[in-house]
Structure formats: structure tokens, C-alpha cells
């Protein structure tokens, strides 16, 4: 289930820095093979334990069998058992892990060795655990066996985003919220009408809102600020690999990379502004999102699949209105609000409700943030948001051969151009529309719901079928 409220969820939650080429199928899984592994070294800690004989299975369900191949799930959490982290351990490393495994077939956990062969004991499941059906499309079943039978089991959920959950060995439901973690904000909120309401009756800014409430939670602005700088930092590292990187993507499509060559005639005058359109947001979007699709460091923005959209946007502001590294920082608190209430209020998992979860939340996101960087106001940032939900409704998770290249990486592009085109309009306008932002996420949440099975990261329909 989702959090209890948006307010609960902070800007270093929405941006993670990990590696590609899938929040939900790499980040998400690789996280969750972490906190088992933690798992086994608390339980083989216990007196009495014997050392003999262990071994390990893990079970992969739903999207995370469909497509988890081409997402690169097997090598991620391999990673994770060995007790690699997607944001500090370097991508070649992580990519290193499976090989390894592979070949010696053995996990160090503690002063216990557990036998894992990647290649059988991996299992690719299908849409129903047993008889009963999933507690979520990515769902993940880990078991420490000794002598065959199981002695300690977990089942966990990837909800997008690199999100993960666990779920209840009793009712099979993914487990509530800790009440314990929950705090009293001093300005709360859980819908966009909310946070309008409360930064108007307050007069603080958005990013102030945020702010105040992340140090009720812990976090002292200069924390908050130095994780929002590394997003930066990540987002920059992230685009200029990308312009200088040629050849083809990995997983068999045979994708050719097009950042390099498309950037290269930016600089040479070779494609001027056509109608005052501008190429940098496309070329700086797939730049990112090519990198992700070879397994590189990306921000989860909010999800790897969208992992470009907001970089790119960000980028493009900077270099044409000399933005501050606070103006961006200030920007990416306010895009994550409107992260946290999708997550909260619709959803942000591709395989949940399609390709609107994740490329029009990011959407959405950075044509709030930019808003906000740009000077405009909440009730301006609140339209940015929804003309960028509004307008990806509907939209389709079919990617081909389950790789998160096409139509992933144009997607990306697209969805910059469209972000920066709703940052223009609400900005041209007073803040009034029709359809607020809380309709939209309803409509996209019932839109994913009514979303056939094979349109959502199952590379089983639409353009997945070539």
C-alpha cells in the first residue's frame, strides 16, 4: 500500500541515485536482494544456527518475470546478495557481480557461505504466487533454505522508483505503513489543493513548506541541500557521459546511441531552432536516458524509466536563464511534492498503470519545478503539473523486448518538450483551469486500473509486439 500521506515522503526519497536500467526491475529489486541479505545475517547470527548446507532461491513474479531479462533484474540482485548498493558501488562492479556468481556459485554472508547459482536458482515466475494472486506486479520471493527446506522467508514488492516494500506472511499483504515513522509535520498537506492552501495561508514558499517539514522529520536544510546537490551533480555527470558516449546499446535490439552525433550538430550550427523550438531539451534527454539504458549511474527521477525528462529540463533552464544552484535546488523540492503525491494518490510504477506513472509524473514534476524556478506561483506550478499529467493519460508501458530503450529514450525527449511547453502556459496565465491536478491523479489512477495486463511492462502488447 502507499504511504499514508504525500507530506511524508522527502525530495532525497523521490531522487535516488542508483544505477540503470530500470527503477522498478534493477534499482527496486537490487534493494530488496540488500535488506534480505541483511535478513540472513541477522537470523544466522542466532545461537544454535548450523553452518551446513545453506542455499538460496530467489523467485521473481509478475513484470519482474516478463521483463526482468531485459531490466538486467538477475544481475541486480545478485548485486544486492553480495552487499552492493546502487549508489555507492560503481556500475561496473555491479555489473561485475553476476559473472562472479556465476562462476563460483557462493555467497558470503557473515562466517556462513550460501550456494547460489544465478542460472538455477533464479526462477522466473509467473502472475500468481501459487494459487493466489500477487500483492503487486513486482513481487520478489527470497528463501534461505538449509537442507532443502526453508528456514527463512520474505516476500517484498518493488513499487517503482526504487521503492520496495514487504509484504505479510499472514495475509499476504503488502504491510501498512510504520505508524513510528509517520510524523507531526507542521505543514501538512496530502493533496495539491492542500498545498496550495497551506502555502498561501502561510506565506512561505513551496520549497520552504517542504523545508520546515523535513526538519520536523530529522533533516536539517543543509542535509537536505548537500543530497539535492548530489542529484545535481548526478544529473550533469549523467548528461555529459551521454554526449560523449557512440556505439549500440546493450540487450540484443542493437539501438544505436544518437545523443553524440544529435549534440555534435547542435554545436556546429547544423540544426538551428526551427519555429522557436529548441532540440537541447530532446538531445540532453536521451543522452541521460541512453546511459540508463546501458546500466550507468542516473537519478531515479521519478523513476529510472523517466530518468532523463527532468535533467534535461533543468539543464536547459540553467544555460538559458543562468539559474542558481539553489534556484535548482529549489525546484527539484517543489517537483518532488508533486512526485510524492502521485506516488501517494495514483502511482508511479510503470507496471501498474502504464507509462503515465512514469513519464507523466516526470512530466508533471519538472514543469512544476521549473515553474517554480522561473518565478511563478504555487497555483501556476499546480497547472504546470496537471497539463503534464493531463496530457500523458493513457499512455502505455510496451517496451520492446522488455528493454528500456524504445520507446523509452524518445518517450524521454518528448516528455522534456512537453514539460517546458506546460511551464510556458501556465506562466503566459493567472493559475485558474478547469481540471485540477487531484482530478488528474484520480483519472490516472482509475486509467491504470482499467489498463489491460499486457500494456502495462509486460513487452506482451502494443509496440513490444514489433
Known amino acids: 500500500m502507499n504511504p499514508t500521506r504525500a507530506d511524508q515522503i522527502g525530495p532525497l526519497e523521490m531522487f535516488k541515485i542508483g544505477v540503470g536500467p530500470s527503477s522498478s526491475h534493477t534499482v527496486g529489486p537490487m534493494l530488496a536482494a540488500l535488506r534480505f541479505r541483511d535478513e540472513m545475517l541477522e537470523f544466522l547470527a542466532k ?3 548450523e553452518k551446513e548446507n545453506l542455499s538460496l532461491t530467489v523467485e521473481l513474479f509478475g513484470s519482474l518475470s516478463a521483463t526482468g531479462r531485459g531490466h538486467m533484474t538477475d544481475g541486480a540482485i545478485s548485486a544486492g546478495l553480495t552487499g552492493l548498493h546502487p549508489k555507492t558501488a560503481d556500475p561496473d562492479e555491479i555489473w561485475q557481480a553476476i559473472p562472479k556468481l556465476k562462476k563460483e556459485k557462493l555467497i558470503h554472508v557473515g562466517d556462513r557461505v550460501v550456494v547460489f547459482d544465478p542460472d538455477n536458482d533464479l526462477k522466473w515466475g509467473g502472475f500468481t504466487m501459487g494459487d493466489k494472486p500477487l500483492p503487486h506486479p513486482n513481487t520478489i520471493r527470497f528463501s534461505l533454505l538449509r537442507k532443502d527446506k526453508p528456514v527463512l ?24 505503513p510504520d505508524l513510528a515513522s509517520i510524523k507531526q509535520l507542521p505543514y501538512p498537506y496530502d493533496s495539491a489543493a492542500e498545498f496550495i492552501e497551506v502555502c498561501e495561508k502561510s506565506s512561505l514558499t513551496p520549497w520552504q513548506i517542504v523545508i520546515e517539514n523535513q526538519k520536523a522529520k530529522g533533516i536539517s536544510e543543509e542535509e537536505l541541500r548537500k543530497g539535492l546537490n548530489d542529484v545535481l551533480k548526478t544529473f550533469d555527470a549523467c548528461i555529459e557521459r ?5 556505439g549500440i546499446l546493450p540487450g540484443g535490439l ?20 526551427a519555429l522557436g523550438g529548441d532540440l537541447r531539451p530532446s538531445v540532453y534527454a536521451m543522452a541521460v536516458n541512453e546511459e540508463n539504458a546501458a546500466g550507468g549511474r542516473v537519478v531515479t527521477a521519478p523513476t529510472n524509466g523517466s530518468s532523463g525528462l527532468i535533467p534535461a529540463v533543468w539543464r536547459t533552464l540553467k544555460e538559458t536563464n543562468k539559474l542558481s544552484k539553489k534556484t535548482m535546488e529549489n525546484g527539484l523540492i517543489v517537483a518532488s511534492v508533486i512526485g510524492a503525491l502521485v506516488k501517494t494518490h495514483a502511482s508511479i510504477s510503470g507496471a501498474e498503470v502504464g507509462c503515465q506513472g512514469e513519464v507523466g509524473t516526470s512530466c508533471a514534476m519538472a514543469a512544476a519545478g521549473a515553474v517554480a524556478m522561473l518565478g511563478g506561483s504555487v497555483r501556476q506550478m ?11 493519460l493513457g499512455m502505455t508501458c510496451d517496451p520492446i523486448q522488455g528493454l528500456v530503450q524504445i520507446p523509452c529514450i524518445e518517450r524521454n525527449a518528448m516528455g522534456a518538450v512537453k514539460a517546458l511547453n506546460a511551464v510556458y502556459l501556465s506562466l503566459a496565465s493567472d493559475g485558474r483551469h478547469i481540471v485540477s491536478l487531484d482530478k488528474a491523479l484520480a483519472v490516472m489512477k482509475q486509467t491504470g486500473l482499467d489498463m489491460n495486463q499486457q500494456y502495462k511492462e509486460t513487452a506482451t502488447g502494443g509496440l513490444a509486439l514489433g
Not at 159 to 170: A, H, M, T
Not at 242 to 246: F, I, P, T, V
Open 47 to 49: 545461537k544454535g544456527t
Open 153 to 176: 522467508s520474505t516476500v517484498m514488492v518493488s513499487i517503482g522508483g526504487g521503492f520496495i516494500e514487504s509484504v505479510d506472511p499472514d495475509t499476504g499483504m503488502r504491510r501498512a
Open 242 to 246: 551521454g554526449l560523449k558516449a557512440d
Open 254 to 273: 542493437k539501438v544505436r546511441r544518437r545523443a553524440k552525433e544529435l549534440y555534435k550538430q547542435l554545436k556546429q550550427g547544423k540544426r538551428k531552432p
Open 382 to 392: 499546480e497547472q504546470a503539473a496537471e497539463i503534464g499529467i493531463e496530457h500523458h
